[in-house]
């Protein structure tokens, strides 16, 4: 993404919020990527130490974000600023229970203008076949446009104990 898009109408549920996720609280922000992440597999934050982690999230070019809903924390986004002229959407998702219903186009709608109210060139991110089926669409329609396409390679994190066996039921362990 170049430029600020016009953002995609949405009505968010009215108990719904976005709040900087302030001060870091290490058990919050893991409880929050497992029941955000873990049926799309993520990895990234739980292959890291947590002083690493905890780095991160405390950087001020790094901004973190929840979508809190009347059943507590339901959304992530993350906006990395460290790379000048860039921010990296570099998590984002709502809890499956959340796909939808409008939420996560409450919660980017929100990423988008913040991203855009720093002075940056480029807002870009990275999706995978794992995410949701619609994921591509979703960030197209939003205003991303491809650029590139790579095959990655990483570990099941249910075989490397990092989330439970039961989870992503749709990807069989191998």
Avoid at 128 to 142: E, I, K, M, V
Wanted: glycine fraction near 6%; charged fraction near 25%.
């Amino acid at each position: 993404m170049r430029a600020s898009p016009e953002l995609r109408p949405c009505t968010p549920d009215p108990s719904w919020r976005i709040e900087r996720f302030e001060p870091i609280d290490l058990a919050r922000f893991y409880a929050l990527f497992h029941r955000v992440g873990d049926e799309e597999l993520w990895t990234l934050r739980l292959q890291m130490a947590g002083d690493e982690v905890l780095q991160l999230l405390s950087d001020p070019k790094f901004e973190l974000y929840v979508l809190v809903t009347a059943e507590g924390d339901e959304g992530i986004l993350e906006l990395d600023f460290r790379v000048a002229g860039e921010c990296e959407l570099s998590l984002f998702g709502v809890a499956p229970r959340l796909v939808g219903t409008g939420a996560g186009r409450f919660l980017l709608n929100r990423g988008i203008e913040i991203a855009w109210s720093h002075e940056i060139e480029r807002f870009w991110l990275h999706t995978c076949t794992l995410d949701h089926p619609n994921a591509l669409a979703f960030y197209r329609r939003s205003g991303f446009v491809p650029y590139d396409r790579a095959i990655e390679i990483f570990d099941d994190p249910r075989y490397l104990g990092l989330t439970r066996k039961d989870v992503a039921p749709q990807v069989p362990i191998l």
